[in-house]
């Protein structure tokens, strides 16, 4: 037991009580630790804005890819996105200087202009061709920022829409950017993950909660249970979704193929198909390869 869990309380054998439902119930009647973004626009003074948001989420994950913010109906965010249909969502590592500044951003009634005068961040223009900021629409990104996802309002999709507070933004994200480390860290198989400041939300109408996360730590997903090509069908299938699926029955194929090794197989099929054209790696085309290897 270590020394925090000592003092830890366990509250395994006391009963569940009712928390009123409160507005802001996922911080005013609960606890709900998450990431935030902060979120730049374009003001209408040409500026760029800095908005802290803690509700943005994965929206559509697969086919689509969107992003949901809630927020305050009438903040800078919420209308600069309507107007100009853009914004970034920076996501920066922890830093715990910069974190009491975040809160200074995130003070409801101030003006672009008053809010940045203590911004903690270098503005900087985005590297995506045609998204250099024009005064216009294209925000300024965060240059401490690790990731950032470039986005547009999406219009098709309104949810809930009916003038009352808050605002529920649909957001397609039309390029995710990392910074080399992070990029290269997902291609070479993930070794580490970025410290992300945790926020517990505004509470008592005077605090703004912050956690550090600790040493991230991974459990292997089991190998025996379900079928045993599930996972190569999974990686073949995100290497180049564009241009080479694997069926399932090909990833049955490959399941005698050592674990250590099988994204290097799988780039050399891959690699092969293009070649010769083929979109979609069956059975038999696995056989031939192997065929062809052994002889
Ligand atoms: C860490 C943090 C998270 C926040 N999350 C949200 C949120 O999810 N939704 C919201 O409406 N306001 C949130 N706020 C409050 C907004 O930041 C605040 O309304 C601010 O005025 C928004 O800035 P803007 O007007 O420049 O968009 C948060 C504030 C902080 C400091």
Do not use: H
Not at 100 to 107: N, T
Request: hydrophobic share 30%; net charge neutral; proline share 7%.
């Amino acid at each position: 037991m270590g020394i925090f869990n000592f003092f830890r309380k366990d509250t395994t054998n006391e009963p569940f009580v009712d928390s009123p439902l409160r507005d802001n119930w996922y911080q005013a009647s609960s606890y709900w630790p998450s990431s935030f973004a902060l979120v730049t626009t374009v003001s209408e003074d040409g500026e760029t804005n800095i908005g802290p948001y803690q509700l943005t989420f994965p929206f559509e994950v697969i086919g689509g890819r969107t992003m949901m913010i809630i927020s305050r109906q009438g903040s800078n965010t919420d209308l600069n996105v309507k107007r100009t249909q853009k914004c970034a969502l920076n996501f920066v590592e922890f830093n715990k200087r910069d974190l009491k500044k975040i809160v200074g951003l995130g003070y409801p009634g101030q003006t672009t202009e008053e809010k940045m005068q203590d911004n903690p961040y270098t503005l900087v223009d985005s590297p995506t061709p045609g998204r250099a900021s024009d005064g216009q629409r294209f925000p300024k990104i965060l240059k401490e920022a690790f990731q950032v996802y470039e986005c547009k309002l999406d219009v098709d999709q309104p949810i809930r829409d009916d003038g009352k507070t808050p605002e529920y933004l649909i957001l397609n994200i039309e390029n995710i950017l990392l910074k080399e480390t992070w990029a290269k860290n997902i291609e070479q198989g993930t070794n580490k993950m970025p410290n992300m400041p945790i926020t517990f939300g505004f509470r008592d109408g005077a605090r703004f909660w912050f956690t550090e996360i600790k040493r991230p730590f991974w459990f292997p997903t089991p190998t025996d249970k379900g079928p045993k090509e599930e996972s190569i069908l999974y990686e073949a299938n995100r290497l180049d979704p564009e241009n080479v699926q694997f069926t399932r029955e090909a990833c049955k194929q490959l399941t005698g193929v050592p674990r250590p090794f099988i994204k290097t197989v799988l780039k050399g099929i891959i690699k092969r198909a293009k070649e010769e054209g083929v979109a979609e790696v069956d059975e038999e085309y696995v056989i031939k390869i192997n065929k062809e290897r052994q002889s």
